[in-house]
């Protein structure tokens, strides 16, 4: 297929189309873009930087990537954003490179779903089927697991982690590591359960999402210290596939602490 170009839009003769891009009214398109097969602007969209977007992405008006990043310690060095494929951007939506401070790359996965108004800010790493609502605000470093869902008007704070499959509710502001299937609400947010929802919306089989709730309330009950209960977790559910990805994220932890109840547990 031929690619198509407004005649208002601009596009840099050195960017790469593959077959089959749509670059739609007022866009513009700089030098060092790769747009993959497929690949939508269907208007007013801006384009900059070593931004590298994959098959069948479509963005909608006045999204905005690969502009320097928001971040003082960045000294103009190369940068990059890289963008799987299938993903979506809706309107006013904003995705910030890497800094030559940090991680050079800001990375999105394939088939992610970003609506009107939110931000990714530079050193982002989102996995696959993340969905960010309207709104939301993702500080830089953040990491993001695959099919994690967050809420609109939520904020992250930078270089926290949102495990997979985890579920931010809407307006929440996020300044701790949210585990793996878990589900955090409020000002600071706090972990409020499980995904329970989210999983059986995905189909994980109901015997996984009990050993899940056994290992929680063990995990986050009041006896004992936090690091007792997690080693007695480890232990009990050493061969429980889900449990242990809990397990592993929270001993992984390095930047920011992990969300817990508000029960005080831990």
């Given at each position: 297929?031929?690619?198509?170009?407004?005649?208002?839009?601009?596009?840099?003769?050195?960017?790469?189309?593959?077959?089959?891009?749509?670059?739609?009214?007022?866009?513009?398109v700089?030098?060092?873009?790769?747009?993959?097969?497929?690949?939508e602007?269907?208007?007013?969209?801006?384009?900059?930087?070593?931004?590298?977007?994959?098959?069948?992405?479509?963005?909608?008006?006045?999204?905005?990537?690969?502009?320097?990043?928001?971040?003082?310690?960045?000294?103009g060095?190369?940068?990059?954003?890289?963008?799987?494929?299938r993903?979506?951007?809706?309107?006013?939506?904003n995705?910030?490179?890497?800094?030559?401070?940090?991680?050079?790359?800001?990375?999105?996965?394939?088939?992610?779903y970003?609506?009107?108004?939110?931000?990714?800010?530079?050193?982002?790493?989102?996995?696959?089927?993340?969905?960010?609502?309207?709104?939301?605000?993702?500080?830089?470093?953040?990491?993001?697991g695959?099919?994690?869902i967050l809420?609109?008007?939520?904020?992250?704070?930078?270089?926290?982690?949102?495990?997979?499959?985890?579920?931010?509710?809407?307006?929440?502001?996020?300044?701790?590591?949210?585990?793996?299937?878990?589900?955090?609400?409020?000002?600071?947010?706090?972990?409020?359960?499980?995904?329970?929802?989210?999983?059986k919306?995905?189909?994980?089989?109901?015997?996984?999402?009990?050993?899940?709730?056994?290992?929680?309330?063990?995990?986050?009950?009041?006896?004992?210290?936090?690091?007792?209960?997690?080693?007695?977790?480890?232990?009990?559910y050493?061969?429980?596939?889900l449990?242990?990805?809990?397990?592993?994220?929270?001993?992984?932890?390095?930047?920011?602490?992990?969300?817990?109840?508000?029960n005080?547990?831990?």
């Open positions: 297929m031929a690619v198509t170009i407004h005649p208002s839009a601009y596009v840099d003769p050195n960017a790469q189309l593959e077959d089959g891009v749509i670059i739609g009214p007022l866009s513009i700089g030098p060092d873009v790769k747009l993959g097969k497929n690949v602007l269907v208007s007013q969209v801006n384009l900059a930087g070593d931004t590298t977007i994959g098959e069948g992405c479509k963005l909608y008006p006045f999204v905005s990537m690969g502009h320097p990043p928001q971040d003082f310690k960045h000294k060095g190369p940068v990059s954003i890289k963008i799987g494929a993903s979506i951007f809706r309107e006013l939506v995705v910030h490179p890497g800094t030559d401070a940090g991680r050079a790359v800001t990375v999105i996965g394939d088939d992610c970003f609506m009107v108004g939110s931000h990714l800010a530079h050193e982002g790493h989102v996995g696959n089927r993340v969905v960010i609502s309207n709104g939301a605000q993702i500080g830089g470093a953040v990491t993001i695959d099919h994690a809420g609109g008007l939520c904020a992250v704070h930078q270089h926290t982690r949102i495990g997979a499959h985890s579920f931010v509710g809407g307006m929440a502001t996020v300044t701790t590591d949210v585990i793996p299937y878990g589900s955090v609400v409020g000002n600071t947010a706090s972990l409020a359960g499980l995904n329970i929802i989210g999983l919306r995905r189909g994980f089989d109901r015997e996984a999402i009990r050993n899940l709730r056994a290992a929680y309330r063990l995990l986050f009950a009041q006896e004992g210290t936090f690091a007792e209960r997690l080693e007695d977790t480890a232990h009990l050493k061969n429980e596939t449990v242990m990805e809990i397990v592993s994220f929270i001993r992984g932890q390095d930047k920011r602490p992990i969300c817990m109840p508000k005080g547990a831990g």
